[in-house]
């Protein structure tokens, strides 16, 4: 669960350019900021009847603090309040200034993201003093309350709460001569919901299928292939309900997928054959069918174990101590592959191939992958949670190390099971973005993208 | 198991113990079931204990999941024109959709103890090819689809365990169409209620079914829908008009669930159970009728002799009517002589449990045919049928449902959920719309 | 009544009647015994029954004493005053039943609902008041007291001891009340134990039985209590008496069976030693009184009748002997008669043929001129004389060298009726009336019967010159064949009965006198007899009897 903090990076200007254009948040007009502000207004508007009424939001991101501040300004002028907004660096340094300022009542609001969804709390303060009080900041009796109100967090705020890369996290700072790393800045993750679709993801990938320099997200559901853009956007769809179906069924929808050389490999372990999907013009085109499932991003091939939802992969391929769920790759430096094997436990290979030796891991869950949180190079391991069915599914990032540490990052994932994820470079920053793929109840499926934000 | 052994796996305390998140293959799954009965009733769909380990030998025709709504899973059904639809059977031997259609003629005989049929009732002409059903709709009937999803109108074999229904365990079925359950073999051992208690709270089973685990505490209030429905049936001719009158005003069905109904239950105040009538099933019918004469008449009880429950329940009415003038004799009989005595209408009093959809419409049609009113089948069901947004139409079958409380020859008693307790390397288990739970989507933890 | 008759039934009543003396007084001191053994008996069960309902009423006592006290009842009020569900709190019961053995077991809440039933698990929920009676009571005994219990047509209430004992915990105040049903196994023991027919009833209804007991009864009725209706009723059969006494009298009656049996064989046996040698000798000398005067009797006899038998045969081999001397004396006395008849006969012509000869000597010897005429005369009374003479002898030749009678098959009707045929024309005032056998046949020479015949009727025409009837029957009568010939004239006398069929003995005026004497000879020749009968002076009846197959002629 994330505190909320969060500091105001440049580049959220671009990510809020890219992501106001993003799919609208579920639901209701507006978004989270929106819905908050209006939430709040009308918690104020309760509890008092005159104006006019000051409102201070503090919140990680100026940005945001400033949005929400003037919407429910806004919303409160419009209900006949009066509504003002006070600027000060902190809360109590706001009742004096409100004060001065005239207002009747301040609310006091402290805004961030909380477990996914955007959090404000606060109070609801009078300031109206009275003549014969004299100097002594006396408080009314009334209104006095608590507020409270939170909305989904939507990509939007996200983007709000964004803290762009002020500068390399290990940069050395030239003094005397020689490098000392800087301590790095702190970095926080948050999730967004990218996308929504009809049915259960089973795999995700990602890759720069139109050489546009930004990765574009493959999606493997139950139904259908789907190639979204990096804003959500859906891209192109390949109906796979009508392919023939393997001759043991499997019961666990399970599917590999990977970008290979610009083209969309893939194999549903439900279907007899997997495909080759080549993007083009807003449509996929079957270049070939597979028979084997293309892993690592088509550096190995296996085969799926018949009934089950295991791949096995020979020998001389990959020396792997058994079938697996999913293996997950990063290419940087070094080739690091994470293999998920039942029962919660997993390797992590550093130098895949390799011989087949690796770290062993336990407590991994579906949803593993490798990826760059923080733009040094080196992967770090995401993983959700093990159990089948958490109540609440959660999202941990380790770095690179002996298993046993406790993760560096972690997050909620308020809905859902996570049953896919995958790396991909969704801006051209040098930090990836993490993909991952929810299972609803109701049999639909949600695609989060995890991003670091400024604490 | 399946997995060989890690080179270096270090379980060094994660946080959360064992699981994957993805279901694991392999295992034994050990169901212990509270029931003297011999294996022949293991596969009884009227009972709450024995109907889901049927529906694994026997599989229904679909699922249907309480969020995800229909889920074909052995047959799925299409409506080519407006009135005709078609089944496509996926599952069982080489011509199982003319076995079906045969297993569904059969339920139709008269000398079928299968008030189900009323499901059956909009179907005319049914025809069969080796894989498909054909059939006709006399009338348009909405809750067709989720109707189909009940157990016994399912597949007499090809469901996700096969084998002989004896001791042996039965095995995973590797072409069951949405693909072998997890654990390889299913192991099912019954006994009396203390003993399956005890072998669950020592682990030797992982699912108990039909008793509460073995501690003090009493057992929580289902939270699954109730769906099995209890009532005693009564033949006017024989019983005279005024025994409606003795038996509302003598058996309490809240009193049945308090004392007598050791299984979790919620008792029936109108002729669907609560989970069906939502709001309205907190206002009980008034109920007004013929005052009784002078006592003494003399009736017999039936009722199913395998089953305990009944035999409380049985006792109770025999002690409330005797406070009546009535002498009620007991008379337990087998499960095939019970359905042989309502089919043909031999009985005084009978009491019946049965699983009904939870579709109001579907249920009310069952109730009335359980009742013997085939005659009113057609007439109300066309009229539901006829309605074609399912929130008016449910609600329109509640009204029905209250109107026709007091004219069936039915007495609703009580409604049950499966009373089943997973240990905890049991994962995935869920209960489906019927309030069964899901036996083939659960997977074992342990090694 | 015969001699073997009467033996056996003298034996038989010899082994009777003993037996009639000695049955009737044993069955009476026997039923006295055994009714006396019944009533010792009734006595014994009704202390029996009464000692184990004692018993049973302290084991009730005891045994909810220590229920009261006991952990699981404590354990029992816990559970309860936590709320439990009602399916641990019954399976509790249950429990506490099957321990204590008891069969009935309720606990009431103060209010004297049932909390729990172990004997009517349905009744929970509902106020019991007859148990609640009891716990009013405050008595530490067991009351007898009518429970439902479930029976297979509803329910029905049973008489039970049952009492009550208060249970606590803090606040809560229960009772628990108990005891034990006097059901069918109740019913049972005590038929078990008593050996006789038990029955729990009140005044309007049965509630138990157990045992048999046939009628006819002897019944005695135990009280449960003082204040209660339900008394244990038991029941002896006098069918045992009854049956014991069956039971001597059969014994009895199979030994007086085998008795006369014994007596019959004994006598049987006697029979054949005795009597049998008795009926030969009857039957001997039957057959002496027949004419069999040989006879001789055979039997196996020793002692007295032994020398009986012997002293028989001796005497009819005498009496053989004897007859054969008379017999022959009277033949020769016979032929000495008849021998005497024909000189007689003889001589009687002679004296005229001499007298006639002597007169014509005499005269020729004068030279009477009348010779001529007296040559005539004396000569026509010679030949007269001659003639006579001549008739005599051919008579006396014929009977003497009368010819054996050439047997044939005869139809005796046939020759009745030609015999009849001569005289067809009888003289006035006779008439004939035949009856004759159809059919009747024998064996026979047909001139010589016919001879006889003819005899007969000219006899009896004879007889009755002045008129009269003739009756000609033949018949058969017992294998032999009867012709009689009777007439209603003066009859014969019985004096000459016998003499009548001698040669030369006639009454008649004229006549030789052979004719019945060869008629007889004709009879005794083919095998049968000629016999006279009838009253003197109404008529006589002669009678033919000849048999009907041929016989070996008796020896004449």
């Not at chain 1, 609801?124 to 209104?143: E, H, I, K």
């Not at chain 2, 022949?40 to 709504?69: F, H, I, S």
């Amino acid at each position: 669960m994330s505190r909320s903090r969060a500091g105001a990076f440049a580049a959220a200007a671009l990510l809020g350019a890219l992501l106001l254009g993003a799919a609208p948040a579920p639901g209701v007009q507006g978004g989270a900021v929106e819905k908050l502000a209006l939430q709040l207004a009308g918690e104020i508007a309760g509890r008092t009847a005159e104006g006019p009424l000051a409102v201070h939001v503090s919140s990680p991101s100026p940005v945001l603090s400033r949005a929400l501040a003037t919407l429910i300004a806004a919303e409160l002028s419009r209900r006949g309040l009066g509504g003002m907004v006070v600027d000060a660096p902190d809360a109590v340094l706001a009742e004096a200034r409100a004060r001065d300022q005239g207002a009747r009542a301040l609310a006091r609001v402290n805004a961030g993201l909380e477990r996914g969804a955007l959090a404000a709390r606060g109070d609801l303060l009078g300031t109206w003093v009275n003549f014969w009080s004299g100097r002594s900041p006396t408080r009314p009796p009334q209104p006095a309350a608590v507020l409270e109100a939170s909305a989904e967090a939507d990509a939007h705020a996200l983007a709000l709460l964004a803290a762009p890369v002020t500068a390399p996290i290990a940069t050395a700072v030239t003094s005397s001569g020689g490098t000392t790393p800087a301590p790095p800045a702190k970095v926080q993750i948050a999730s967004a919901v990218l996308a929504k679709l009809p049915s259960a993801i089973m795999a995700l990938a990602a890759g720069d299928l139109d050489r546009d320099g930004v990765d574009e997200v493959v999606a493997v559901t139950e139904d259908e292939v789907v190639v979204m853009g990096a804003d959500g956007r859906v891209l192109a769809r390949r109906d796979t309900r009508a392919l023939p179906a393997a001759s043991a069924p499997v019961r666990d929808p399970i599917a590999a997928a990977a970008v290979v050389q610009g083209q969309v490999a893939y194999f549903d372990a439900r279907k007899a054959k997997g495909e080759l999907l080549a993007y083009g013009g807003g449509a996929l085109r079957v270049v070939r069918e597979l028979e084997d499932v293309p892993l690592a991003k088509g550096m190995i091939s296996g085969r799926w174990v018949p009934g089950e939802n295991l791949v096995g992969v020979e020998a001389r391929q990959w020396n792997a101590p058994g079938p697996f769920h999913s293996l997950a790759l990063f290419q940087g430096a070094r080739t690091d592959a994470v293999a998920v094997f039942p029962g919660g436990t997993g390797l992590w290979v550093h130098g895949f191939p390799g011989t087949g030796g690796g770290e062993g891991l336990s407590g991994i869950g579906a949803g593993t992958a490798l990826f760059d949180v923080d733009g040094d190079g080196t992967p770090e391991l995401a993983t959700t949670s093990a159990a089948y069915a958490p109540e609440v599914e959660e999202l941990r990032v380790y770095v690179d190390g002996p298993w046993g540490a406790p993760p560096k990052w972690q997050l909620a994932v308020t809905r859902g099971r996570v049953m896919a994820a995958a790396a991909a470079h969704l801006d051209r920053e040098r930090a990836q973005q993490l993909l991952l793929g929810t299972w609803l109840p109701d049999g639909t499926s949600e695609l989060l993208v995890i991003r670091r934000v400024a604490p | 198991m399946n997995a060989r052994a890690l080179a270096v796996v270090l379980l060094l305390g994660s946080t959360v113990a064992g699981a994957a998140g993805r279901p694991r293959y392999g295992g034994t799954l050990r169901i212990a079931l509270a029931s003297p009965a011999a294996q022949a009733e293991l596969l009884n769909v009227d009972r709450p204990e024995t109907a889901a380990l049927a529906a694994l030998v026997a599989p229904p025709l679909c699922r249907l999941d309480p969020q995800r709504g229909v889920i074909p899973t052995t047959a799925e059904l299409t409506h080519p024109q407006p009135n005709r639809v078609q089944l496509l059977v996926r599952a069982g031997g080489p011509r199982r959709a003319a076995d079906l259609a045969a297993r569904w003629n059969s339920l139709s005989q008269p000398g079928a103890f299968s008030p189900y049929r009323a499901l059956l009732a909009p179907l005319r002409g049914v025809t069969a090819t080796a894989t498909t059903i054909d059939a006709a709709l006399a009338f348009p009937w909405p809750d067709l689809d989720r109707s189909l999803c009940h157990p016994a109108l399912g597949l007499a074999d090809g469901g996700p365990y096969t084998g002989p229904t004896s001791r042996v365990p039965f095995s995973a079925n590797p072409t069951f169409p949405e693909g072998r359950p997890f654990p390889d073999r299913l192991q099912l051992t019954t006994g009396d209620e203390r003993r399956v208690a005890r072998s669950f709270a020592t682990r030797q089973v992982d699912l108990l079914f039909g008793a509460a685990p073995d501690d003090a505490q009493p057992s929580p209030a289902p939270q699954t829908p109730a769906l099995f429905a209890t009532y005693l049936v009564y033949r006017s001719a024989h019983a005279g008009a005024e025994l409606r009158t003795v038996l509302e005003q003598s058996v309490d069905a809240q009193d049945l669930v308090q004392r007598f109904v050791t299984a979790p239950a919620v008792p029936m105040t109108q002729l669907l159970p609560p989970a069906l009538m939502g709001a309205a099933a907190a206002t009980p019918a008034a109920f007004s009728g013929p005052a009784p004469r002078a006592p003494g008449r003399e009736l017999t009880l039936v009722y199913d002799a395998a089953l305990d429950e009944h035999r409380a329940v049985a006792e109770r009415i025999q002690v409330r009517l005797h406070d009546r003038g009535y002498r009620v004799a007991l008379k337990p009989v087998p499960r095939a002589e019970l359905a042989s005595r309502w089919a043909s209408g031999d009985f005084d009093l009978l009491l019946q449990s049965l699983l009904l959809p939870p579709a109001p419409a579907a249920a009310l049609a069952v109730a009335i045919e359980l009742a013997g009113r085939h005659d009113l089948l057609a007439v109300e069901l066309t009229a539901l049928g006829a309605v074609a947004d399912a929130a008016a139409r449910d609600a329109r079958a509640r009204e029905r449902a209250a109107a026709l409380r007091a004219s069936l020859p039915l007495l609703p008693l009580y409604a049950r959920a499966p009373q089943v307790s997973a240990s905890s390397n049991i994962q995935g288990l869920r209960t489906d719309a019927f309030g069964l739970p899901m036996l083939d989507q659960l997977f074992l933890t342990q090694d | 009544m015969r001699l073997k008759t009467r033996l056996l039934l003298s034996f038989v009543l010899l082994a009777l009647v003993p037996i009639a003396i000695v049955v009737p007084t044993a069955r009476a001191q026997l039923r006295s015994t055994l009714e006396r053994e019944l009533e010792q008996r009734m006595q014994a069960a009704e202390t029996a029954t009464n000692a184990d309902i004692v018993q049973r009423r302290r084991d009730v006592r005891e045994t909810m004493d220590r229920l009261s006290d006991s952990e699981a009842m404590e354990r029992f009020v816990k559970e309860f005053h936590a709320n439990l569900t009602p399916s641990r709190l019954s399976a509790t019961a249950q429990q506490l039943i099957r321990i204590r053995l008891l069969s009935v077991l309720s606990v009431l809440d103060e209010k004297g609902v049932t909390v729990l039933s172990g004997h009517l698990p349905a009744r929970r929920g509902d106020p019991d008041p007859d148990l609640f009676a009891v716990t009013k009571l405050q008595d530490p005994e067991p009351q007898v007291v009518l429970v439902e219990v479930r029976g297979d047509a509803g329910l029905q209430k049973m008489p039970a001891l049952v009492t009550a004992r208060p249970v606590e915990y803090g606040a809560l105040k229960l009772w628990v009340v108990g005891g034990v049903l006097l059901d069918k196994s109740v019913a049972d023991h005590l038929a078990d134990l008593t050996g006789t027919r038990v029955d729990i009833a009140s005044a309007g209804a049965s509630y138990a039985t157990g045992g048999k007991a046939l009628p006819p009864l002897i019944e005695r009725a135990v009280p449960l209590a003082p204040s209660s209706e339900v008394t244990i009723t038991l029941a002896l059969s006098r069918a045992t008496v009854a049956e014991a006494e069956r039971v001597v009298l059969k014994a009895v009656l199979v030994f007086a069976a085998l008795g006369v049996f014994l007596a019959l064989v004994l006598a049987l046996w006697q029979s054949l030693v005795i009597t049998r040698p008795v009926e030969a000798l009857t039957e001997g000398a039957r057959r002496v009184a027949a004419g069999d005067l040989g006879a001789k009797v055979e039997a196996n006899a020793q002692g007295e009748v032994g020398a009986l038998v012997e002293t028989f045969n001796r005497m009819t081999s005498d009496l053989r002997r004897t007859t054969d001397n008379l017999v022959a004396a009277e033949r020769v006395a016979a032929w000495q008669e008849v021998a005497r008849r024909l000189a007689h006969e003889i001589k009687n012509p002679l004296t005229p043929i001499r007298m006639s000869l002597e007169t014509l000597q005499a005269a020729s010897a004068e030279n009477n001129p009348r010779f001529p005429s007296l040559f005539k005369e004396s000569a026509a009374v010679v030949l007269e004389e001659v003639d006579r003479l001549k008739r005599i002898v051919d008579e006396f030749t014929r009977f003497a060298r009368l010819p054996k009678p050439q047997l044939q098959d005869l139809d005796l009707e046939d020759l009745v009726k030609q015999v009849l045929t001569l005289y067809a024309a009888p003289p006035p005032g006779i008439t004939l009336e035949p009856a004759l056998e159809p059919g009747l046949k024998a064996q026979g020479d047909r001139d010589q019967l016919t001879q006889v015949l003819v005899n007969l009727v000219k006899n009896a025409q004879e007889a009755m010159p002045g008129g009269g009837r003739i009756w000609v029957r033949a018949r058969s009568r017992d294998g032999q064949a009867v012709i009689e010939v009777e007439d209603t004239g003066p009859g014969v006398k019985p004096e000459d009965r016998a003499r009548i069929f001698e040669p030369y003995f006639t009454t008649k005026g004229a006549g030789t006198g052979l004719g019945l004497a060869i008629a007889a000879r004709v009879c005794q020749e083919h095998g049968g007899m000629l016999e006279v009968d009838g009253e003197p002076g109404k008529g006589a009846i002669f009678r033919v009897t000849i048999p009907r197959q041929a016989a070996a002629a008796t020896a004449a």
